[in-house]
T-cell receptor
Framework: TQLLEQSPQFLSIQEGENLTVYCNSSSVFSSLQWYRQEPGEGPVLLVTVVTGGEVKKLKRLTFQFGDARKDSSLHITAAQTGDTGLYLCAGVLAGGSYIPTFGRGTSLIVHP | KAGVTQTPRYLIKTRGQQVTLSCSPISGHRSVSWYQQTPGQGLQFLFEYFSETQRNKGNFPGRFSGRQFSNSRSEMNVSTLELGDSALYLC????????????FGQGTRLTVV
């Protein structure tokens, strides 16, 4: 059983569309991170959220941490082909070590 | 500022052999973590080294080992390779440990045949 469940697993959309990716768990996290990984590359950190209910924006990307710190979402507005990649969420369990647990990722393809 | 460098980028090995992967962290970073990434399991934590000491360890068999040198460069070794060890092995460096931002290398793609 995966500690962090990401959905959807795959997403194929047209440029200009909006999308939301989810990261859910039954466990509480002290922090949660979102990464984007492009083919042939390692993951690159997009954002870290630490406070329940927190919302962070990075240009067209909006990240939200659930009030109970058990889930998170990533919303992309007006997707571009450059947004194509694997989106990974990673959480650090509250009261645990700093070792992050990763979800399996959402593979996003944005078509021109 | 140079990023995290992993060598080699690609490797093909035969079952039963052993392999050593190398990771050079960002200059000044003292923590190096290793991860295994597969389509089925995603990214799984192997171990973390900080100032030449293993500080954290994931749930992998003893065939997986590592070390860190005084210049913070790290190596990971897998002995008696199995087909299931085929994966992308990623290392990440951070300034002071896993509670600080991690920067990943491009990974080493290991194929066991």
């Amino acid at each position: 059983t995966q500690l962090l469940e990401q959905s959807p697993q795959f997403l194929s959309i047209q440029e200009g569309e909006n999308l939301t990716v989810y990261c859910n768990s039954s466990s509480v996290f002290s922090s949660l991170q979102w990464y984007r990984q492009e083919p042939g590359e390692g993951p690159v950190l997009l954002v870290t959220v630490v406070t329940g209910g927190e919302v962070k924006k990075l240009k067209r990307l909006t990240f939200q941490f659930g009030d109970a710190r058990k889930d998170s979402s990533l919303h992309i507005t007006a997707a571009q082909t450059g947004d194509t990649g694997l989106y990974l969420c990673a959480g650090v369990l509250a009261g645990g070590s700093y070792i992050p647990t990763f979800g399996r990722g959402t593979s996003l393809i944005v078509h021109p | 500022k140079a990023g995290v460098t992993q060598t080699p980028r690609y490797l093909i090995k035969t079952r039963g052999q052993q392999v050593t992967l190398s990771c050079s962290p960002i200059s000044g970073h003292r923590s190096v973590s290793w991860y295994q990434q597969t389509p089925g399991q995603g990214l799984q934590f192997l171990f973390e080294y900080f100032s030449e000491t293993q500080r954290n360890k994931g749930n992998f068999p003893g065939r997986f080992s590592g070390r860190q040198f005084s210049n913070s460069r790290s190596e990971m070794n897998v002995s008696t390779l199995e087909l299931g060890d085929s994966a992308l092995y990623l290392c990440a460096s951070s300034l002071a440990g896993m509670n600080t931002e991690a920067f990943f290398g491009q990974g080493t793609r290991l194929t066991v045949v």
